[in-house]
């Protein structure tokens, strides 16, 4: 969209596996949320619009001397730049059993979610291995029929261990708990269980679960399998070296989203992490910078911005965890703040709003925050994703000017971003007494 | 709050005229939303849990020779360092009838509320005069009790029109026309009239409006007698002159809040712009700066941050309108983007989400932002407010990397900030042509 439109003369072809896809993140809420599955479809409607031609196809490999890629079907099309948005695969767990029946993972087709949801609504008893976030959102959804059982299995010690600090993944462990969900951190799965079909799981202590169908949700891979039998470098979890404006190792070839390496915005390490928010940024730089390099250094670094809902509780965290600076050398000053996300709190539909900011000790640039509370977190994440994006420290954000309402968010004088900031500030003073 | 925690060793103590006070934002809510307007009750707590000493008493002067306030009961304090935050004084307009029983204004006291809400509560027609943010606010307010006729008359062309562009203006009339309001924009209040108490009010082109109780809501004005008979300096609007430390003409005095002179972000013109949210930020600001500066150009002048919600409407703006770019002669481009709050759009709950930006139009840095839409606008206009108050650029957006979910917030590929941002950049590369 973003090359097509900055480049109007130049043919844009998307060439696409799926000719049936949906909106990926919305893919648990097809099971109970959504009345009709069919809701989350996405069309081509927006691209054919914009002039684009849409293709549905396999391509199945990539020629970088004659420039022409290959498709299952035979067909052969030739580029002035190609673009590589092949996203992720997902992974399977080396478990006996896993190929059997009964045994399921995430799909981005319709075909293969609205074959998923009827299994889902005839299953009384579902094992999900992998709590991370599409597996904790996929207990929350499965838990809106009311008589199912839920199993969530996860080998670290938290849920969403990666993205949150202990408690608030101690936070999401109770809400999911509260709906009925079983809980099994720090266990793995031994086998996966019966005949044909899945009639059990066993876990690494020698419980065994009996289940109708199981969920795996461990997490995902960059697809780099094309580019990588076409020559381009290949690095870090098997993903695609791209440089700042998504250039690959060859000539006119790009790469964006999650076959792309992601680099972490305060390191710059290669980071597991893969986003729809940094696909669709990267989309526009490299959209923009095809013919050219236009846009400089703008895509810096991810910041790992997520949210996710939870219950009804939201969740939220953009940047360093306490967990990754500890891990990566970071000496940190930490502070937390809540307030109802109304004011006065008791305005009907308040909720507690909580704020975690973590910050450098001693430049106070603002390196990651974590949210939870009712709706308003969505945004309010993006606002410290903002602030991390453009190194606000913990000073600007004391002096920061928002805007308030008793209706919309916390009171001016209690905000808990704002406060998590002068608590820091505090503590900064107080360590160069 | 701020002075005590940076300087634990001296003693602060707060002069307060108001002994009963109330969360000021919230006024209009303690008319029906709060099923007691006791709930909306400020008290002392949290400042003597701090150790500050709090006063109640009026202050009727300050002598700068001799470092005393004097007390209407004829107490006498002294002071290493003042700082005057008088806040405003209500403007009454001058209307003939204006002191007729049976008009009123808002009073930041709980007893004057109360009985506020006592004779609302019993009052069938009511003629709310100004409709800016208090004025639209009661009226939604008001609107629902059932059997109520209300009647907002606003001299300007358009209701709220210093805080939105026409657009928002024309929504908001809009909403408070389907709760059955009566809007009499562009029509001034002739005279109020009645025997004793208000019984009619007349508008300019004659037309009578019976009602049985008048709220003027017109604006205010910064409260700095006390200042101007001290000899501090006084500038535009009457408020009290300061730096940007807020420290006045007067050695060893600040003042913060409503009554010191408030300064456009872009222009550095005396800004009449009044909020709490730059209140408190100044307080901070003084508070830390007080025995010496120790937080360097940190309020550089007001960048407007409103939020509010009309008949269950969101809506907030920051920084520059439209309008205020043509009457400062800031050359910009502007876009406006909409998509659901929610992906896939049919999610329950889903609302309409809009957002106007406003660029500079060789520079590209953001100006301002309107939004308009659910409960998540409350907490997206402070991102807006982060990225003026950091001179993001339109390009900056446009890569921007925020957190997504389809319970949350807008699809990553559509998000209104971006997307009004992207759109803007097409519109900037089409002019250079």
């Known amino acids: 969209m973003t090359a097509k439109s900055v ?8 060439i696409k596996e799926i000719g049936d896809g949906v909106i990926p993140c ?49 067909e052969v099309f030739s580029y002035e730049r ?43 008893r579902v094992a ?54 079983k809980i099994h951190t720090s266990h793995s799965v031994l086998s996966i269980d019966g005949n044909n079909s899945a009639e059990s799981v066993t876990l690494d202590d020698g419980k065994k679960i009996p289940v109708d169908m199981v969920l795996v949700s461990i997490g995902a891979k960059p697809a780099g399998k ?25 000539e006119n070839i790009f790469a964006v989203g999650d076959c792309a390496v992601k680099r972490d ?23 923009t910078n095809i013919f050219g390099i ?47 996300d109304r004011h006065p709190g008791m305005l009907p539909g308040a909720r507690e709003l909580k704020v975690k900011l973590v910050f450098a000790d001693r430049s106070g640039i603002l390196l990651g925050g974590q949210v939870s509370g009712g709706p308003s977190v969505g945004e309010l994440i993006n606002m410290i994703a903002l602030a991390i994006q453009k190194k606000v420290t913990v000073r600007e954000l004391d002096m920061m000017q928002i805007a308030t309402h008793p209706l919309l968010t916390s009171a001016p004088t209690v905000h808990p971003m704002i406060g998590a900031a002068h608590q820091a500030l505090a503590m900064m003073r107080a360590s160069v007494k």
Chains 1, 2 share one sequence.
């Open 7 to 14: 480049y109007p003369d130049k043919s844009v072809c998307l």
């Open 26 to 74: 919305a893919i648990p809420y097809m099971i109970h949320t959504l009345s009709d599955p069919k809701q989350n479809a996405v069309g081509n409607m927006p691209l054919e619009n914009a002039g684009i031609d849409v293709k549905v196809g396999k391509v199945v490999s990539l020629d970088v001397k004659t420039h022409t890629v290959t498709l299952e079907s035979g």
């Open 82 to 124: 190609l673009v590589l948005a092949t996203g992720t695969d997902t992974i399977m767990p080396p478990i006996p059993g896993v190929d059997k029946e009964g045994v399921f993972t995430i799909r981005k087709s319709m075909s293969a979610m609205t074959a998923l949801r009827e299994i889902v609504h005839k299953s009384k």
């Open 128 to 181: 999900i291995i992998g709590g991370g976030f599409i597996g904790a959102e996929f207990a929350d959804e499965l838990s809106k029929a009311s008589d199912v059982e839920v199993h969530l299995i996860e080998i670290m010690p938290k849920l969403l261990y990666n993205a949150f600090d202990d408690e608030f993944c101690d936070e999401i462990a109770q809400v999911l708990y509260k709906l009925g969900i």
């Open 226 to 250: 094309i580019a990588e039998d076409a020559g381009l470098r290949i690095v870090e979890n098997g993903s695609i070296w791209v440089d700042e404006y998504m250039r690959t190792s060859t």
């Open 265 to 287: 915005f305060f390191t710059r390490k290669a980071a597991p992490v893969w986003l729809a928010s940094t696909a669709t940024a990267e989309a526009r730089n490299a959209g």
């Open 294 to 340: 236009r846009v400089l250094h703008q895509i810096q670094g991810t910041i790992a911005a997520f949210s996710t809902q939870i219950g009804g509780v939201s969740f939220a965290s953009a940047g360093m965890t306490c967990r990754t600076c500890e891990k990566e050398g970071f000496r940190i000053v930490t502070a937390t703040a809540v307030a109802p």
